[in-house]
C-alpha cells in the first residue's frame, strides 16, 4: 500500500503553465524528495498530490487508482506544511484526533492512535496544551503526530523544517528518518534545501521550471547529473563549469566540483589570482579568478593558509570532470 | 506606559491631550441632550449648558415618555430590526466574503466589485422601487421588511471588509481542514470566522449605528403602531407648532443605552480579538 504514480500530469494557473508533463513513480514504503529552485513548482505538484489543486491534465494514481476527482480527505494521505497550521481552538490531543473524529471512529480507537502517535513523538506532556502554548518546534512536532495518526498511505511534507532553527532542523530531521524506518510508510518530501534531501531521500526528483530535470538517488546524481541544472544544484560550494574548448576537451562545458579541482601555487593548467578565502574549520574555500573561465571555487579539507590576491594554479582531475553540450545535456564517453 | 524606553512623558501627555479633546467634543452634544432631559422645560431654554439643580430637575420628559406611546414596545422593536439585520449582515457577508476571497471561479472580480458599488450608492435612491416591491409581497408595516433593506444596506460594506481579512487566512490551515475531511461550511464557521472575529467586531459596529439612528426606511415601510421604532416613536413629540422638548430628549437619552449595551458587547469581542491574535 501507498504506491504513487503519476503520468504526464500538469497544471496551468489561466495561461500560466506551471507543471509541464511529470511523469513519476514512486514505490511503496520509498521516501522520495522533490527539490528545486523556488518558484519551479514543487508545492504544486505536491499539492496536486494532495488534491488540494485540480490536475489540468493527466493522470494520479495511488496504489493504481486514479484520484484525480476525489476529494483529498478520501485519498488516505496526509499532509505536514511549512506553517504548521494546527488548528488554533483545539488542544493538541484535539488536533491529533481529528481526522479520525472526522471519518467516524470510534473514541476508544482514538484515543489509542493519538496515545500511539504522541508516544512516538514524546508530546504527552503537551496533548492537554493548545497550539499558541507551544515552541515553533513542538508545534511542528504536533504537526507531524497528527499526519502518523490517521495512519495514510502517503505522507506529503511541504518544507516542515523550514521555519525551524539550525540546531532544531537536524534534530526534526533525524527525527523524520527515524519515523520513516518505524512507520514502513511512503513519504514525499518538498525541501529546497539539499542538505535535507540528500540525508533523508530514497530518491530525489530534482524538478526545474515545471519540468523533471533528473530522478536518481542522492548520489547517482551526485556523481552522474544528466544536465549542468543538476549538476550545478547538487552540492555545495556550487559545481564549476568551464569552457570546454579552452580546455581541448569535446562539449560546450565542462563541469567540475570544487573538491576535484587541484590548487598548486607553483604550475597547473588554469592560471588565477586568490580573491577570497574562508576557512570554515573542517574546510577550507578558496575562490579564484581566472580569465578564461571566471570565478572558481576550489574546496580543500582541513586548514591551508593561502592569501588573497596570490598567483595559483588549478587542474581539473580528468577522472572526475563532466562534459555538457550546448543545451546543457551532459556528454558521456 | 508598560514601555518606559519607547514611550516619554511629554509626548504621553501630548498625545492624551489630543484623544481627550476629541473625546469632550465627540461626546458634547450627548451630553446636552442626557443633561437636558433632566430638566424642567424652562430651564431647558433659559439655561441650555446648566446641569440640573435642585429647582430646575424634573423627570417630566420621561414620564410623558413612558405614558404616550408605546415606548417598551418601540424599543423592542429597534432592538429586534437592529439585532436580526446585524446577524444577517455578519452571516451573509462572511460567507460571500468567503466564497470571493477562498474560491477561484468566472466573474470572481466582477462579483466583488458588483458588491462594492453598494458601498458607493446609496440605498435610498431606491426606495421608491422598494417600496412598490414591499407592497407587492405585501411587506409593507412589518419588521420583516425594515430587516431585509437593512441587510442590503449593510452587506457590501461586510463583504468589502472581510474579504480582505480573508484573504489573510492561512491556505495551510484551510487544507488542513480539507485533509482531515472537515466540510467547507466547517473551515468557514470553525477556522476562518474566529480568525476574522475582530473585522466581524469592526463591520458589526459600523453597521449597527445606521440601522439603529435610521428615521427614513421605518417612516416609509413600517409606519404603523405595531412596527414603530424608537427614532419614529419620538417623533410624535416633535410637532410643526409645539415640540414637547422635554419628551423628546429624554426619548433620545433611553435610545443611547441600548446602543451603548451593544456597542460594549462588540468592543470586548473586537480588543480580545486583537490582543489573542497578536500574542499568538
Ligand atoms: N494560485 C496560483 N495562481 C497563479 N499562479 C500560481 C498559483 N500558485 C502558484 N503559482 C505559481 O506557480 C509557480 C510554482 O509555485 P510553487 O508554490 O509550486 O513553487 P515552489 O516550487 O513550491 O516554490 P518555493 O520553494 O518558493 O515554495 C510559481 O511561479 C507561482 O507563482
Ligand atoms: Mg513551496
Given at each position: ?309 596570490e598567483v595559483v594554479h588549478l587542474t581539473p582531475d580528468a577522472s572526475r570532470q563532466f562534459l555538457f553540450d550546448a543545451a546543457g545535456e551532459r556528454i558521456r564517453v | 506606559m508598560a514601555n518606559r524606553a519607547r514611550t516619554s512623558l511629554p509626548r504621553t501627555a501630548a498625545a492624551h491631550a489630543i484623544l481627550l479633546t476629541y473625546t469632550v467634543i465627540a461626546l458634547f452634544p450627548v451630553f446636552v441632550i442626557v443633561i437636558n432631559a433632566l430638566k424642567?422645560?424652562?430651564?431647558i431654554f433659559g439655561h441650555p449648558l446648566q446641569l440640573p439643580g435642585p429647582e430646575t430637575f424634573s423627570l417630566v420628559g420621561f414620564q410623558t415618555v413612558l405614558q404616550q406611546g408605546d415606548f417598551p414596545l418601540y424599543f423592542w422593536n429597534s432592538l429586534v430590526v437592529t439585532v436580526v439585520s446585524l446577524v444577517f449582515v455578519l452571516l451573509f457577508g462572511a460567507m460571500a466574503a468567503f466564497a470571493l476571497s477562498e474560491y477561484r471561479f468566472r ?174
Open positions: 500500500m501507498g504506491a504513487l504514480n503519476l503520468s504526464n500530469v500538469q497544471k496551468s494557473f489561466g495561461p500560466v503553465d506551471v507543471i509541464k508533463g511529470v511523469d513519476l513513480e514512486v514505490a511503496d514504503g520509498e521516501f522520495c524528495v522533490f527539490v528545486g529552485p523556488s518558484g519551479c513548482g514543487k508545492s504544486t505538484l505536491l499539492r496536486m498530490i494532495a488534491g488540494l489543486e485540480d490536475v489540468t491534465s493527466g493522470e494520479v494514481r495511488i496504489d493504481g487508482a486514479k484520484v484525480n476527482l476525489t476529494p483529498p480527505s478520501k485519498r488516505e494521505i496526509a499532509m505536514v506544511f511549512q506553517s504548521y497550521a494546527l488548528y488554533p481552538h483545539l488542544t493538541v490531543r484535539d488536533n491529533m484526533g481529528l481526522a479520525l473524529k472526522q471519518a467516524g471512529e470510534a473514541k476508544a480507537e482514538i484515543a489509542e492512535a493519538v496515545a500511539r502517535a504522541s508516544g512516538m513523538l514524546s508530546l504527552e506532556p503537551l496533548l492537554e496544551r493548545r497550539p499558541s502554548e507551544l515552541s515553533g518546534g513542538q508545534r511542528q512536532r504536533v504537526a507531524i503526530g497528527r499526519a502518523i495518526v490517521r495512519k495514510p498511505k502517503l505522507f506529503l511534507f511541504d518544507e516542515p523544517l523550514s521555519n525551524l532553527d539550525a540546531a532544531l532542523r537536524v534534530h526534526t530531521r533525524i527525527e523524520i528518518a527515524r519515523l520513516h524506518r518505524e512507520l514502513k510508510a511512503t513519504m514525499i518530501y518538498v525541501t529546497h534545501d539539499q542538505v535535507e534531501a540528500m540525508t533523508l531521500a530514497d530518491r530525489i526528483v530534482v524538478l526545474n521550471a515545471g519540468r523533471v530535470a533528473q530522478v536518481g538517488a542522492p548520489m547517482e546524481l551526485y556523481n552522474d547529473p544528466a544536465n549542468t541544472f543538476v549538476a550545478g544544484f547538487i552540492g555545495s560550494p556550487q559545481m564549476n563549469f568551464l569552457k570546454a574548448s579552452a580546455l581541448g576537451e569535446t562539449g560546450e562545458t565542462l563541469g567540475i566540483r570544487p573538491e576535484h579541482l587541484e590548487i598548486s601555487r607553483e604550475a597547473g593548467r588554469i592560471p588565477g589570482t586568490i580573491s577570497h578565502v574562508e576557512h570554515l574549520g573542517g574546510e577550507t574555500n578558496v575562490y579564484i579568478n581566472t580569465d578564461v573561465h571566471g570565478l572558481l571555487t576550489v574546496r580543500l579539507f582541513g586548514e591551508h593558509r593561502f592569501e588573497v590576491a | 424642567t422645560r424652562r430651564a466573474g470572481n472580480t466582477l462579483t466583488g466589485l458588483y458588491l462594492a458599488l453598494g458601498i458607493m450608492i446609496p440605498i435610498r435612491l431606491g426606495t421608491v422601487a422598494i417600496l412598490q416591491l414591499m407592497v407587492a409581497t405585501g411587506l409593507v408595516n412589518t419588521l420583516f421588511a425594515l430587516i431585509l433593506v437593512y441587510t442590503a444596506q449593510g452587506i457590501p460594506l461586510a463583504v468589502f471588509i472581510l474579504a480582505e481579512f480573508m484573504k489573510t487566512v492561512s491556505d495551510d490551515l484551510k487544507n488542513a481542514g480539507r485533509i482531515d475531511g472537515l466540510s467547507e461550511y466547517r473551515i468557514f464557521f470553525r477556522l476562518v470566522i474566529p480568525l476574522v472575529r475582530p473585522a466581524m467586531a469592526t463591520v458589526a459596529v459600523f453597521s449597527m449605528i445606521p440601522i439603529w439612528n435610521d428615521l427614513w426606511f421605518p417612516l416609509i415601510l413600517a409606519p404603523a403602531e405595531s412596527v414603530k421604532t424608537v427614532t419614529l416613536g419620538a417623533q410624535i413629540f416633535l410637532g410643526q407648532f409645539v415640540t414637547d422638548w422635554n419628551a423628546v430628549l429624554a426619548s433620545l437619552s433611553l435610545a443611547i443605552i441600548p446602543v451603548l449595551v451593544l456597542y460594549l458587547i462588540f468592543s470586548r469581542q473586537l480588543i480580545r480579538g486583537i490582543t489573542s491574535g497578536a500574542v499568538k
